[in-house]
């Protein structure tokens, strides 16, 4: 079963409008670390954020907003007022205390039209 | 502060070569990481590192592939003979323990991008 799920692929959006990125994970753990890394189209993989599961307050960067619920095993990504420059690949990541060992999901695609 | 470093960013060889990826992580980390992305399979975990020490190598493909850090600030992934199955972009991350493993923050290099022919 995968540990992180990332259910869109793909997904399109006009520069300026809200997007929402969404990651499910599964842990047994009741100690776990969630994070989002960036990889846009030069390849490299750029760290977001990080979570750890006893902080459920939801966190906001500029136009980035994070949205952890461990009730629904969440923690979606949203881009407000998207710009071309947020075109990248996006991954959703899993890190639990037990097992030392880190879960990629598939990523999601985001492409931005000007 | 210099990022981790890979060399080299593009590597072009045939079947049944040698191939050598480099990795400096960055200074005072104490963690590496040796990760394979594709198509199919996405990012993979191939083996890590602590204190230049391999803890886990279960996700290395087969014997092929092998992995040395001499030292704190190098570290080599080796595929001999190469295959084309081996393409693929092979990432080098470095993180700093503190406590437990799960919470650290693994700062990626831009990647070797390789080509078995």
């Known amino acids: 079963a995968q540990k992180v799920t990332q259910a869109q692929t793909e997904i399109s959006v006009v520069e300026k409008e809200d997007v929402t990125l969404d990651c499910v994970y599964e842990?047994?753990?009741?100690?776990?670390?969630l994070f989002w890394y960036k990889q846009p189209p030069s390849g490299e993989l750029v760290f977001l954020i990080r979570?750890?599961?006893?902080?459920?307050q939801n966190e906001i960067s500029g136009r980035y907003s994070w949205n952890f619920q461990k009730s629904t095993s969440s923690f979606n990504f949203t881009i407000t007022a998207s710009q071309v420059v947020d075109s990248a690949v996006y991954f959703c990541?899993?890190?639990?205390?037990?097992?030392?060992?880190?879960?990629f999901g598939t990523g999601t695609s985001l492409t931005v039209i000007p | 502060d210099a990022g981790v470093i890979q060399s080299p960013r593009h590597e072009v060889t045939e079947m049944g070569q040698e191939v050598t990826l480099r990795c400096k992580p960055i200074?005072?980390?104490?963690?590496l990481f040796w990760y394979r992305q594709t198509m199919m399979r996405g990012l993979e975990l191939l083996i890590y590192?602590?204190?230049?020490?391999?803890?886990?190598d279960s996700g290395m493909p087969e014997d092929r592939f092998s992995a040395k850090m001499p030292n704190a600030s190098f570290s080599t992934l080796k595929i001999q003979p190469s295959e084309p199955r081996d393409s693929a972009v092979y990432f080098c991350?470095?993180?700093f323990g503190r406590g437990t493993l799960a919470k650290n923050i693994q700062y990626f290099g831009a990647g070797t991008r390789l080509s078995v022919l």
């Open positions: 991350a470095s993180s």
């Open positions: 200074s005072g980390h104490d963690y």
């Open positions: 590192f602590n204190n230049n020490v391999p803890i886990d």
């Open positions: 842990t047994r753990d009741t100690t776990y670390y």
């Open positions: 979570r750890n599961s006893f902080d459920e």
């Open positions: 990541a899993l890190s639990e205390d037990t097992g030392n060992q880190f879960y």
